[in-house]
């Protein structure tokens, strides 16, 4: 067999789809080799131990400075293959090219100062992506629940016919949990602080004796470190790393929101099937390759997929927290450089999509009327009834009427398959003459979804509207799914 060429050789090995096939560019350079070890060499820019009296030239930053990105990723696996250490080796290969600097590049760091600094910009970072994406969803779910906020709907629980709601109703709903998953991701990014310099084990010895000794001086490294690097705070404590209950916090709440999309996305699929509501499907889009006619949800089927996925990544920072032994153990390093960067990616792939369909979600008006009309009439038998009373009519003898009529018309529906005829059977009936031109007012939709139009105005204006405030500037732009 021949040579594979550069393309061929790059099909033969595994690619992960949520990268290949899926992720934005911009959350894919997020969790990039180029952006973390750009940022391992910012990180230690941002060391400023000249400004507190260590002799560091200005030649020195500068050289480091103009050689952030010049990384030779080839010298650096090279030097890892050697060293089986990676920040040494991306020291060896910064070093390589800032010689005069050399001397100070890692002076007084330690890998975890590299590492998890990185990783908490990293995570900061992810979530300032995903939360304009996020309030973006809303937004255009907002707009489908104010255009169908009369429009009634049958409700279902159990997933059984039940009272009347709206299809903007149900859709708030859905915005009610995305709102609740934007003000969780909001808090968890704030919650983020930086390590710091702390030191191997979180004494800061180190920088101790880097000072000789002067604490003050210490603290306010760890302060100009912080503040140079966009965080507000440092974790006061912490061993080699911070503490990894902080991963936990970040996957449970890219974890609830996976939850609030698999349910959205399920309810999309069950009103396909009932033909009542349908995600978008392009002209030339094939639902099936056996069965022409199918429209298939595939777009929601694949938020539920990658949804599931998500839902289960908590489960790794939860075991690693509970296995770090004393100041820390590398047991957490391989198994974080998947979980962490496969949630935001993923929750980077399902707002996507899912804000894809928003964009283009299709009701089907005259067949969710025909749903109702098939179920209002049983639906309707307490109006019925009291409009009876009203008229003069005993509620027993009234009961007893439509109990007898409505078994009959649940027998030609579910027996003979025809439509529910209980109200021609009522309008036949002569007992009920006294309301027998009522009946149209009695069957009037809206008169059975109560205040849901009215919830979904307030809704939208006092919670949901005010919570898109700060995305303002991010609202624009549709998604075009490229598969």
């Known amino acids: 067999m021949a040579a594979p060429g550069a393309e061929e050789d790059a099909m033969a090995r595994y690619r992960s789809p949520l990268v290949s096939r899926y992720a934005s560019a911009e959350m894919a350079y997020n969790f990039s080799e180029r952006k973390k070890f750009g940022t391992w060499r910012r990180v230690k820019v941002l060391i400023p131990l000249q400004s507190l009296g260590l002799p560091i030239t200005d030649e020195q930053i500068q050289e480091m400075e103009a050689n952030l990105d010049n990384i030779d990723f080839k010298m650096a696996a090279e030097e890892e293959k050697k060293l089986r250490h990676d920040v040494m080796a991306h020291v060896h290969t910064f070093a390589h090219c800032c010689p005069k600097a050399a001397a100070i590049i890692h002076l007084g760091a330690t890998s975890c100062y590299v590492g998890d600094n990185t990783d908490l910009i990293v995570l900061r970072d992810g979530f300032n992506l995903l939360l304009p994406k996020l309030a973006r969803v809303i937004s255009r779910l907002t707009d489908f629940a104010e255009k169908y906020a009369d429009m009634p709907t049958l409700g279902f629980t159990h997933y059984q016919p039940a009272q009347l709601t709206t299809v903007g109703k149900r859709c708030c709903l859905w915005i009610q949990d995305l709102c609740m998953d934007l003000q969780s991701l909001e808090r968890a990014r704030d919650d983020l602080r930086f390590r710091g310099v702390k030191g191997t084990t979180g004494t800061q010895a180190s920088f101790l004796q880097l000072f000789e000794g002067d604490h003050s001086k210490v603290e306010e490294l760890d302060r100009l470190v912080t503040a140079k690097a966009g965080f507000k705070r440092a974790y006061m404590v912490t061993g080699q790393t911070y503490s990894r209950k902080v991963d936990i916090g970040v996957l449970a709440v890219l974890a609830s929101l996976g939850a609030s999309i698999h349910k959205i996305c399920t309810d999309i699929r069950l009103l396909a099937n009932l033909k009542e509501i349908e995600e978008p499907f392009e002209k030339d889009q094939i639902g099936s390759s056996a069965m022409p006619y199918k429209r298939n949800p595939m777009r929601s089927e694949r938020c539920c997929s990658l949804a599931r996925h998500l839902m289960t990544l908590v489960m790794d920072p939860l075991q690693t927290a509970a296995v770090q032994w004393f100041e820390r153990t590398l047991d957490d390093s391989a198994n974080r450089r998947v979980c962490l960067a496969e949630a935001f990616l993923t929750a980077d792939i399902i707002l996507s999509t899912l804000q894809n369909i928003s964009e283009g979600l299709v009701v089907y008006p005259k067949v969710i009327e025909r749903r109702i009309r098939q179920e209002l009439p049983f639906m309707a038998t307490e109006n019925i009834i009291m409009a009876m009373v009203k008229a003069g009519g005993n509620r027993q003898d ?20 025809g439509d529910n005829d209980f109200i ?7 007992y009920f003459s006294p309301i027998h031109k009522q009946l149209e007012s009695l069957l009037d939709p809206s008169s059975f979804t109560g205040r849901a139009p009215q919830q979904v105005a307030k809704f939208l204006k006092e919670e949901v509207r ?3 405030i700060p995305y303002q500037s991010k609202m624009g732009g549709k998604i075009e799914l490229a598969l």
């Open 398 to 417: 009234c009961h007893e009427k439509i109990r007898v009529l409505s078994q009959q018309a649940a027998a030609v529906v579910k027996q003979e398959g």
């Open 466 to 468: 005010p919570a898109l």
């Open 424 to 430: 021609a059977r009522v309008r036949a009936d002569p």
